[in-house]
């Protein structure tokens, strides 16, 4: 197994369940790859946790929600294979492993105007993990993104993300927090860390346990250099250790989980229409994920898709300065769709529903950015909305926002001129864009782009606010502004693989020996992103699938 995130360790788990010998490499010095960083969600229509929770739905109804999102980039088999495995993927791994899951039974999907979507019940999230449980392998774990936690602490999505944006505001969330942070606190006195891992810490922690209850070998520091090739089938691979290269030799296959391309700046140039154009790619992966697993796989003859709609999973990011002089990537998943915020390009106008998906953000915004120049924009608020909600890697009150203020990446204005000429916005469409915000947020109704149209919109807002709950005046002085450039999650150009995660060659034949998984197989979805979890889902249960083909198969 090369690669330690969910695809690859679910791929690995599921392998030992099957009495085979499994090892991972993984080039990291710690376990986990994007898969700890992430919201822990996975996209599993018809699992057991919101079967539990009374959620049902007709056999064919998430493939209609499919079909209309993904159009021609629909693929029946692929389609068909997730759909039939990932509950039973899923119901494995809470069976017999220490991964766990929540239901998401009121997560909506993405696109809710669309046929087939559903208000909640087709997610479901690794549920908290105590981190003692982990005991010595707990300091080889990849820690979450700094600006995603306060002060290293995740926070978890629902009640717990719930109750921080409401401390200051009921005595309910006070106490919560108040005891969750003190816990924390004297977690980290005592052990250096916090030990309440949640969302994709938690997954990746529970993945972990559960590789490591089953002795499978677990190596950090071991990075795929190439293939070992013979008589055309895959063999092993060539490694870069600490002691120096070493091969290791496969008797059944390789399975290549690098999680895709994020940081490879050539294949960007190839797949991003942005970087060819000249501005950089930020994306909030792991800086590891240079796109390893493409390249081990073409050397095999194994081909990369390049006809997916979008060749990553955009999002927003901007870039926090840290205190080390490192920068940081905040992927903006939580606060555009909170009241009282809109985004605007430097020519003062908005561009998109900002309350939508990262995904179709992005989308959106390389759509409104002029030919010639770089892509950027601006997220727009009050002192009530950053005071309530916080704005990126700035957290609510009561944390302070000095050190951002200082380092320019909060940028503030006493008036909307001031706060335009600080970002360089146009002033004037700056202040007419707000004012007809305003007005709209009066009525409840966002006449240009439909803000809160939407269960995911409104499930995003804040439920107190009405008549819309994304939508709120800019009135309160001083205004906000935070940068935003093109980021992503991860990408989702992957080698072209068949439904048992095999690799293809150029004449659709399996390269013997070859699977790929994760982020390094061309994402089922197209190019499209019609969920929350729709890549975290497929990773594990195509790694599932991949392994059970593997055990099932002498030759594979
Ligand atoms: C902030 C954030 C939130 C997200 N939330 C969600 C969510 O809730 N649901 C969802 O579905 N998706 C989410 N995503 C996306 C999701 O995390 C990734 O798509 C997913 O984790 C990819 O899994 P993977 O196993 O393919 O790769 P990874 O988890 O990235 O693992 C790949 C591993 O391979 C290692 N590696 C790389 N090169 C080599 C080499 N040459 N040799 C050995 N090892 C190598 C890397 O170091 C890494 O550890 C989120 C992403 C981010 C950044």
């Not at 499978?216 to 055309?232: C, M, S, Y």
């Not at 190839?270 to 792991?286: I, M, N, W, Y």
């Not at 979008?310 to 940081?328: C, E, I």
Request: net charge positive; aromatic share 8%; glycine share 12%.
């Amino acid at each position: 197994m090369i690669g330690s995130g969910a695809a690859g360790l679910a791929a690995a788990i599921t392998a030992a369940s099957r009495r085979l010998r499994v090892l991972v490499a993984e080039k990291a010095p710690q376990f986990g790859g994007t898969t700890a960083y992430s919201g822990g969600w996975l996209w599993v229509p018809h699992n057991h946790a919101v079967r539990a929770d009374g959620f049902e739905e007709p056999e064919d109804a998430p493939r209609m929600y499919l079909r209309a999102v993904l159009g021609n980039q629909y693929d029946d088999r692929k389609i068909d294979a997730y759909l039939h495995a990932a509950p039973r993927m899923a119901a494995f791994f809470a069976g017999q492993t220490a991964v766990k899951f929540l239901p998401g039974s009121s997560v909506p999907d993405f696109h809710g105007h669309l046929p087939g979507a559903v208000k909640g019940g087709r997610s479901m999230v690794a549920a908290p993990y105590d981190g003692r449980e982990l005991g010595p392998l707990l300091p080889r774990l990849r820690q979450p993104i700094p600006e995603t936690t306060l002060c290293g602490m995740g926070i978890a999505a629902g009640a717990d993300l719930y109750h921080f944006l409401h401390a200051t505001r009921t005595f309910a969330s006070f106490l919560h927090v108040a005891r969750r942070f003190g816990r924390h606190l004297a977690q980290r006195l005592r052990h250096g860390r916090g030990m309440q891992l949640v969302n994709g810490n938690a997954l990746a922690a529970r993945l972990l346990r559960s590789a490591a209850d089953l002795n499978i070998g677990l190596h950090e520091n071991l990075e795929a250099k190439r293939l070992i090739i013979e008589q055309g089938r895959v063999a092993g691979a060539l490694f870069n250790a600490p002691h120096g290269p070493c091969a290791i030799r496969a008797r059944r296959a390789v399975i290549l989980a690098t999680g895709g391309f994020p940081h490879d700046a050539l294949r960007q140039q190839t797949l991003f229409a942005h970087v060819r154009a000249g501005t950089p790619h930020a994306s909030a992966a792991p800086m590891e994920n240079n796109g390893a697993g493409l390249r081990l796989g073409e050397q095999a003859g194994g081909q990369v898709r390049a006809d997916l709609v979008d060749a990553a999973a955009w999002a927003p990011v901007s870039l926090p300065p840290r205190r080390d002089g490192s920068v940081g990537r905040y992927p903006h998943l939580i606060d555009r769709a909170k009241p009282g915020l809109i985004a605007v390009t430097a020519d003062g106008r908005r561009f998109v529903n900002e309350a939508g998906p990262y995904h179709d953000f992005m989308r959106a915004l390389f759509a409104a950015t002029p030919t010639g120049r770089s892509v950027a924009a601006w997220l727009i608020c009050d002192f009530r909305f950053l005071h309530r909600y916080g704005l990126g890697a700035v957290k609510p009150f009561p944390v302070p926002k000095g050190f951002y203020l200082r380092t320019g990446y909060l940028k503030r204005g006493n008036s909307l001129a001031a706060l335009a000429a600080a970002c360089g916005i146009d002033a004037a469409a700056l202040a007419d864009s707000v004012a007809t915000h305003n007005a709209d947020a009066a009525s409840g109704e966002d006449r240009a782009f439909g803000r809160g149209g939407t269960p995911f919109q409104r499930a995003g807002g804040d439920a107190r606010i009405s008549p819309n709950p994304c939508l709120a005046p800019i009135a309160t002085p001083p205004f906000y502004a935070v940068k935003i450039v093109p980021g992503s999650l991860g990408t989702f150009a992957g080698l072209n693989t068949d439904e048992h995660a095999r690799v293809l060659d150029a004449a659709g034949q399996p390269v013997p020996g070859l699977f790929a998984v994760g982020n390094d197989m061309a994402s089922i979805m197209g190019g499209h992103y019609p969920s929350g979890g729709i890549t975290l889902g497929p990773a594990m249960t195509f790694g599932w699938l991949a392994a059970h083909f593997i055990a099932d198969h002498q030759e594979s």
